[in-house]
């Protein structure tokens, strides 16, 4: 319970604590998954449906070669960002204005890849929807599901989860176990055992116990959840206490809650029991956290949850108080502690929040908490706090959600929630979830309507998201709007973020002078307010005026422009716009001829993208590199970078290079010159290296850190009917063997262990009659001169 993870989004969180029994029902989950694309887990909360299932995830991971993801719907209040739920788990950056299930079927089209959809029983019918798209779009996608009731969806295999094994007893004999019965062999004895263990750890099962014990587990239904809760009182209770207790609540449960299924009021007992064994700030507390979405970190409890009842001096001991009791669990990861709730445990506190009256109370402050945290990110993104930010909000989207949903769903919200989707630019932009903030702006914009500072700020946030996006319509409507809403208000800096980023639309609408107009007038705007020295976006102004004088072949005046932006950023500390400084200033220096510091600059510039996971930025960068090696004559690796950048605008969802025809044209310049001195036959072979490197080995050997890496499996050479003697599989493994690939690279090639990649060299040198590796390559090199020459 007290389980301490340690996880990013999506990924599988580590299992510090043994996983106990199911060794049948384990093994019956992956025979489904071998006959069905979809199973779902079912059955009451608290039987550990979820546990079961990462535990079997985490078993089949060697078997998906593209990996196993985490998804998790327990915090999703809105059905209708299920999709986007997904494709964060999935870490797929679109950005395009494309719809996004249309997106994530594409992403996962060639992909070979487990998903686990976990607690869908709240957004059956969205999840149901999403899934049969992904399944029937998506051949080498499974899903394993958890869920109180089924999904829904063509060919679900739907497998029940019973409680843990627990021993038979003799009522006859005051409830003691029969004698043939094996009490220690029962998975929830062997659970309670393990757990009471953690807290005393002297603690065993014994013939003085035993009988205690047993009844303590079948009281409980066999439970994992209930046992672990109970097991958790060891350090102040003996075990005939706890289950004095517990026939206590069990008695109150039967007079109050009839009509409840005996699971379900077993479940809630043991809960009940474990609240009612808080102290009172514990049990104030605990409701008051069930308002948290996913993590949260101390300031944040300490901020929203203080209040009548509870003193904000008195929080650190209330948490620790909770974990201790394994009703709150610590999340390991960065510089702070985070924490969390399961989420059957943040259901009963969220009835006891209601109970209390305070449901509303403590959404508006949830909600206020995260505004002003936003607004103070906001205020020191421009400086050498920004990193910090940026990394506090990669984990925040669902308080983020629940924060902006109380503002949709609350009257008279709406326009503070406009306050802070337009703080969140940063997040929104900067950190790559300009889905997200498109959704959330949208929805606003439609909700409050009439002008105000708000919704001006709001409308240049949707327009520079357009722009991102590469919707040009929408982002001259909100652009212009931004500007007339300002000019009603009289917001000055409104107005010129507004300008500005209507000038990038005329730019990339080709409009030269309306482009060079406008970035006049942001500028002017900006300096009349101060805005260049207190925030990004106002210094993207530059990089427009750069872009125009680009345009017109004035490199000079671009350069200066780039200069003078780089200059600002290199004095306040900032980094994120610092690297489109330097990419622009790259550019400038290569258009004048100085390569070497046009590589230096988009060297500079990548490492920063590379540090904030901007696909954008690392995209743009590694693009401008393969022209600067193309003016360096390695052609190459120049038609390397051309390769390595494609998948990353195909994940981006974006037209290369934002479909801006003065940039458009610089490529295909630098790819034609790169095939004229390569052969088509070469430029292709080095190009389709570059698509084969993943990501980070993209920008690796962009940064000239690595060579062009070692195949993954999708790189693996296809088995070559010229090598006929050989099965298929020893085809591939010989083909790797002429690449220079060791047995334990081949290995990981492959998605096979070790030992099996040795047995198959083993068997190919039997097979050839030769001793040693080189020959192996010298006879396949033959094979295929012999085939070739036919």
């Not at 550990?48 to 999703?76: I, M, N, S, Y």
């Not at 807290?199 to 009844?215: H, K, M, R, S």
């Not at 102290?279 to 970190?297: T, Y």
Request: overall charge neutral.
């Amino acid at each position: 319970m007290s389980t301490v993870l340690q996880t990013r989004v999506g990924q599988l969180p580590t299992e510090l604590t043994s996983f106990v029994g199911r060794q049948r029902l384990s093994a019956e989950v992956k025979k489904r998954l071998s006959g069905s694309r979809l199973v779902t887990l079912t059955g009451p909360a608290g039987v550990g449906k979820t546990r079961l299932a990462l535990h079997v995830a985490r078993e089949l991971q060697r078997a998906f070669p593209d990996g196993v993801r985490l998804v998790e719907l327990a915090q999703l209040q809105d059905p209708g960002i299920l999709v986007n739920a997904m494709t964060a788990a999935l870490e797929l950056p679109d950005q395009s204005a494309r719809e996004p299930l249309t997106v994530l079927v594409e992403f996962l089209a060639d992909k070979r890849l487990l998903i686990l959809l976990d607690n869908c029983e709240h957004v059956l019918a969205a999840a149901a929807a999403v899934l049969s798209a992904v399944l029937r779009s998506a051949p080498g996608v499974q899903v394993l599901a958890t869920s109180r009731e089924r999904v829904g969806v063509a060919g679900e295999q739907v497998l029940s989860v019973p409680p843990l094994t627990v021993p038979r007893l003799e009522p006859s004999n005051g409830g003691r176990p029969l004698q043939d019965d094996g009490v220690g062999q029962h998975e929830a004895v062997t659970l309670f055992e393990q757990r009471a263990a953690a807290v005393q750890p002297a603690f065993t099962v014994d013939p003085d116990n035993e009988a205690e014990v047993a009844q303590l587990c079948q009281r409980l239904d066999g439970l994992p959840l209930a046992i672990e809760l109970a097991a958790v009182r060891l350090g102040a209770m003996s075990v005939g206490q706890i289950l004095q207790h517990l026939e206590d609540r069990f008695r109150f449960l039967t007079t109050g809650h009839r009509m409840a299924p005996a699971r379900q009021q077993t479940l809630r007992a043991a809960v009940e029991w474990s609240f009612g064994l808080c102290s009172p700030a514990e049990q104030v507390l605990w409701a008051r956290l069930s308002l948290f979405a996913g993590e949260f970190d101390l300031e944040a409890a300490e901020q929203v949850c203080a209040g009548a009842g509870l003193a904000e001096e008195d929080i650190l001991d209330a948490v620790s108080g909770l974990v201790e009791k394994s009703v709150v669990s610590p999340v390991q990861g960065g510089t702070a502690t985070r924490y969390r709730m399961l989420e059957t445990i943040r259901q009963y506190g969220r009835e006891q929040l209601a109970a209390r009256g305070e449901e509303t109370l403590l959404r508006r402050r949830h909600r206020d908490y995260y505004l002003a945290v936003a607004k103070q990110a906001d205020a020191e993104w421009f400086g050498p706090q920004q990193r910090k930010w940026w990394q506090r909000f990669q984990s925040q989207n669902p308080n983020l959600w629940a924060a902006l949903d109380f503002c949709c769903t609350e009257p008279g919200q709406a326009r503070t929630g406009l306050l802070l989707t337009g703080a969140l630019w940063f997040h929104w932009i900067g950190s790559g979830f300009v889905r997200d903030g498109r959704y959330w702006l949208d929805r606003l914009l439609a909700l409050s309507r009439e002008p105000s500072q708000e919704r001006a700020r709001a409308l240049w946030v949707r327009g520079w998201i357009a722009i991102v996006q590469g919707d040009l319509p929408n982002a001259e409507r909100a652009s212009q709007e931004g500007i007339e809403v300002a000019d009603h208000v009289g917001d000055r800096a409104a107005k010129a973020h507004a300008t500005h980023f209507l000038g990038w639309h005329a730019w990339f609408c080709d409009d030269t002078a309306r482009a060079s107009e406008l970035a006049e007038q942001a500028l002017a705007g900006y300096r009349a307010t101060g805005q260049l020295s207190t925030s990004a976006p106002a210094l993207l102004s530059f990089n427009l005026l750069a872009s125009v004088h680009f345009a017109r072949g004035d490199f000079e005046r671009a350069g200066e422009a780039c200069a003078e932006g780089r200059s600002i950023c290199e004095r306040a500390g900032e980094e994120w716009m610092l690297a489109w400084m330097r990419w622009y200033l790259g550019h400038a220096r290569r258009l004048a001829g100085d390569v070497q510091a046009a590589e230096e600059e988009a060297l500079a510039a990548l490492r920063i993208k590379r540090n904030f996971n901007d696909p954008l930025g690392l995209a743009l960068c590694i693009e401008q590199l393969g022209l600067v090696a193309m003016d360096r004559g390695d052609a190459g690796r120049a038609a390397r970078l051309f390769g390595a950048v494609e998948p990353l605008w195909k994940l981006l969802g974006s037209s290369p290079l934002l479909n801006a025809s003065y940039w458009l044209r610089w490529h295909r310049d630098g790819e034609r010159h790169a095939r004229k001195v390569l052969g088509d036959q070469a430029y292709e072979k080095a190009y389709r290296q570059g698509t084969q490197l993943g990501n980070d080995q993209a920008v690796s050997y962009a940064l000239g850190e690595q060579a062009p890496a070692t195949p993954t499996l999708a790189q693996v050479p296809a088995a070559d009917s010229a090598l006929p003697v050989l099965t298929r599989r020893e085809q591939e493994v010989a083909m790797l063997v002429t690449q220079g690939l060791s047995n334990k690279e081949i290995a990981q090639a492959l998605v096979i262990s070790q030992r099996t990649a040795e047995t198959h060299v083993e068997h190919i040198l039997c097979k050839l009659g030769v001793t040693s590796r080189v020959q192996i390559v010298t006879w396949v090199r033959d094979c295929l001169t012999k085939r070739s020459s036919t």
